[in-house]
């Protein structure tokens, strides 16, 4: 059974840090590229940043570029996304996602994962 559970949520002051975790099972974490995504109430579900397998290829959105950073450990089967200079506009639900697809394609694209956690609020206070 697959399952991806996201932890690390909860209430930040703006300009503060919170790290999110993602935590993998039921398939074989190493072949898939790994992406984190939001959504805000009443919005689309927006992509935050992917990574490749092997963790050597990143992307992000450019409103996150320079204040977030994923990242993924294959020996523990889990990815991360440490965000920083958090602002009230960050406030969302947060998920991982995974896709076995190649990186080379399109990784902002929800429809290239076939996998979703469950999510974890973040909300950001002015």
């Known amino acids: 059974q697959v399952q991806l559970v996201e932890s690390g949520g909860g209430l930040v002051q703006a300009g503060g840090s919170l790290s999110l975790s993602c935590a993998a099972s039921?398939?074989?974490?190493?072949?898939?590229?790994m992406g984190w995504f939001r959504q805000a109430p009443g919005q689309e579900r927006e992509f935050i940043a992917s990574?490749?397998?092997?963790?050597?290829?990143?992307n992000y959105r450019d409103s996150v570029k320079g204040r977030f950073t994923i990242s993924r450990d294959n020996n523990k089967n889990a990815v991360f996304l440490q965000m920083s200079s958090l602002k009230p506009e960050d406030t969302a639900v947060y998920y991982c996602?995974?896709?076995?697809?190649?990186?080379?394609?399109?990784?902002?694209?929800?429809?290239?994962?076939?996998?979703w956690g469950q999510g974890t609020q973040v909300t950001v206070s002015s």
């Open positions: 996602a995974a896709s076995s697809l190649p990186y080379s394609g399109d990784p902002s694209l929800t429809a290239q994962y076939e996998y």
């Open positions: 039921g398939f074989t974490f190493r072949d898939y590229a």
């Open positions: 990574t490749s397998w092997s963790g050597n290829f990143a």
